[in-house]
């Protein structure tokens, strides 16, 4: 039976009899083979389904071993400062420890499904008039001066939860690493940890090779392509709209030492992406997790790949679940028609 990434891994994890377990079943996601995408690449692209995870995105992986540790050290509160899917995560992984939860959310900028979330797992949640950049400055202070255990992604034991999503990967690519991953980058923590996983694995013996790591930002939320902290981020993507990363230096490190890149997408091109996924790929993302297929796209446009020679195996990460932001969805599409309760008005309808 699958009991969570920490039983699965637990040789990998700072883990041990002591710890508590507190696990949602949490990791074990879908690696899915991407017909469409691997078609118009001609190569071997696979989409790995993190919006699969108990609360609808990757950060349960972390959570898990963050909220653990707290409850192994005694924690009463944790606290964080969030995009939405961070405060998601950290309400409900508190909810099953018995742990209190306080969150900080960027005022009016965070999807539905992601607040609904924290609220009904009954945490406190408090909104700042500023954005998560501000918000995260916060935490940070209060988590030095007061007993309140800070579960954001500084936050050590995230990281190392993360990284368990890159040994499922090669473990799902039967012992194999891909060549490429391509990920969304916001605070920096996910690419960083993937990176470490990757590493991890290989000296362990488990695969032979690395991945090269493509990060992409959204253009209006950019630091790292930009190489300077952006004072107001701007973007649909609001899981990735961060100005100031604070896994900045490690992903860096991520994209060199892998040789790899970090580049950016537009809004336009993520949207793009996020329709294609859900139109051509029946796999239903948040416009975040988008930015990764966008990314791919304009590789390909630039024949990135083509320079690989051999067909390479992509594997591209979606971070967050679709139906967390059902107002990005609705965005200029058209409303349904309303007809009479009558077969023959329907068929009509139907334009067959
Ligand atoms: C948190 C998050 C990201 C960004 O991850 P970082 O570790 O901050 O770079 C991307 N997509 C979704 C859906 C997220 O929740």
């Known amino acids: 039976m699958w009991q969570g990434i920490i039983e ?17 079943s949490e990791g074990n996601t879908p690696l899915v083979r991407a017909h469409s995408l691997s078609e118009l690449l001609g190569s071997e692209v696979y989409l790995k389904c993190e919006g699969l995870n108990p609360t609808g995105s990757f950060k349960d992986r972390g959570m898990t071993v963050a909220v653990s540790k707290a ?3 005694g924690a009463k509160v944790v606290i964080c400062a969030s995009t939405g899917n961070t405060s998601a995560s950290a309400a409900a992984y508190a909810a099953k420890a018995g742990i209190r939860c ?45 007993p309140v255990t800070l579960v954001n992604s500084v936050n050590p034991f995230r990281l190392e939860g993360q990284k368990t999503a890159a040994f499922e990967i090669c473990d799902q690519l039967d012992g194999r690493a891909p060549d490429y991953q391509v990920i969304p980058v916001g605070n920096a923590g996910n690419i960083t940890a993937y990176w470490k996983g990757y590493t991890e694995y ?38 990735i709209k961060i100005g100031n990363p604070a896994s900045w230096k490690s992903a860096e490190r991520a994209r060199d030492e892998s040789g790899g890149l970090i580049d950016m997408v537009t809004d336009r091109e993520i949207l793009e992406a996020y329709r294609f996924l859900a139109a051509k790929e029946g796999v239903f993302v948040e416009p975040a997790s988008a930015a990764s297929v966008a990314g791919l796209l304009k590789l390909k446009r630039k024949s990135f790949f083509k320079k690989a020679g051999k067909k390479s195996v992509i594997v591209c990460i979606l971070t967050g679940h679709g139906l967390k932001d059902p107002a990005s969805a609705l965005l200029g599409v058209k409303k349904p028609k309303t007809v009479r309760a009558d077969t023959r008005a329907v068929i009509k309808a139907m334009d067959l």
């Open 102 to 146: 306080v969150v900080l959310i960027p005022k009016g900028a965070v999807a539905l499904g992601k607040l609904s979330q924290a609220m009904v797992h009954a945490a406190q949640v408090i909104a700042v008039d500023g954005n998560f950049d501000k918000a995260l400055g916060i935490v940070r202070e209060i988590a030095e001066h007061t």
């Open 8 to 24: 699965k891994y637990r040789k990998f994890l700072p883990v041990t009899d002591r710890t508590p377990i507190v696990s949602l």
């Open 71 to 73: 409850k192994e050290n």
């Open 202 to 239: 290989k000296t362990a013996g488990h695969v032979s090779s690395v991945p090269v790591m493509l990060g992409f930002q959204a253009e209006g939320a950019a630091p790292i392509v930009r190489k300077k902290i952006v004072s107001k981020p701007q973007t649909v993507a609001t899981a």
